[in-house]
């Protein structure tokens, strides 16, 4: 199975701030017959499902706020939150999808400093 | 609207069975591949197992495979994961989740999860 690792597990941004998580996949998630990386990303809040914010690495999935960007190929990808908001504090996911068996990073928990 | 809503979840003692299902509603069930995922109490994501949309292709991860099946029914729209010879480290919310795009056979992100069913495997 392909492993995905997440750096930091967590971080403390202040409100207004840029945040940066990074994630790595143990192999390549570039599919070459149509250039795509195989990577989304998961914002997830207490209590809640998580909820997609992007896929094939930098699209925004529709109505996730432009702060949001993601970024990366082959095997090292960012999720930039540019000017991060009280209501981002939560848990973010990275997932590979280039194949059926999907795993998940360990995830990263966001707070407000 | 699109909307999973699972169902089935409880308390089983170690070695028990228990069945989940998951309706779907708002979109061709028939046509997308379904998924489920779980979440053990304070820790991260698990993807459990995936079913292809014609049926043709199921996997499962491998601390699950030869104990859980993924089913579905689609004329009643809804996904199963029969779960047998459950154990401790089964104890989860288990989430039902869709793919975005109809009739592929490649990988796809996951759009829709529905709110989760709790299982506990407690003596």
């Known amino acids: 199975d392909i492993v995905m690792t997440q750096s930091p597990d967590s971080l403390a941004v202040s409100l207004g701030e840029r945040a940066t998580i990074n994630c790595k996949s143990s192999q390549s998630v570039l599919y070459s017959s149509n250039n795509k990386n195989y990577l989304g990303w998961y914002q997830q809040k207490p209590g809640q499902p998580p909820k997609l914010l992007i896929y094939?690495?930098?699209t925004r999935e529709s109505g996730v706020p432009d702060r949001f960007s993601g970024s990366g190929s082959g095997t090292d990808f960012t999720l930039t939150i540019s000017s991060l908001q009280a209501e981002d504090v939560a848990v973010y996911y990275c997932q590979q999808y280039y194949n059926h068996r999907r795993t998940f990073g360990q995830g990263t928990k966001v707070e407000i400093k | 609207q699109v909307q999973l809503v699972e169902s089935g979840g409880g308390v089983v003692q170690p070695g028990g069975s228990l069945r989940l299902s998951c309706a779907a509603s708002?979109?061709?069930?028939?046509?997308?591949?379904m998924h489920w995922v779980r979440q053990a109490p304070g820790k991260g994501l698990q993807w459990v197992a995936f079913m292809q949309y014609d049926e043709s292709y199921e996997d499962y991860a491998d601390s699950v495979k030869g104990r859980f099946t993924i089913s579905r029914d689609t004329s009643k729209n809804t996904l199963y994961l029969q779960m047998n010879s459950l154990r401790a480290e089964d104890t989860a919310v288990y989430y039902c989740?869709?793919?975005?795009?109809?009739?592929?056979?490649?990988?796809?992100?996951?759009?829709?999860w529905g709110q989760g069913t709790m299982v506990t495997v407690s003596s």
């Open positions: 708002g979109f061709t069930f028939s046509t997308y591949g």
């Open positions: 989740v869709k793919e975005p795009r109809a009739g592929t056979t490649m990988g796809d992100v996951f759009d829709i």
């Open positions: 094939w690495a930098s």
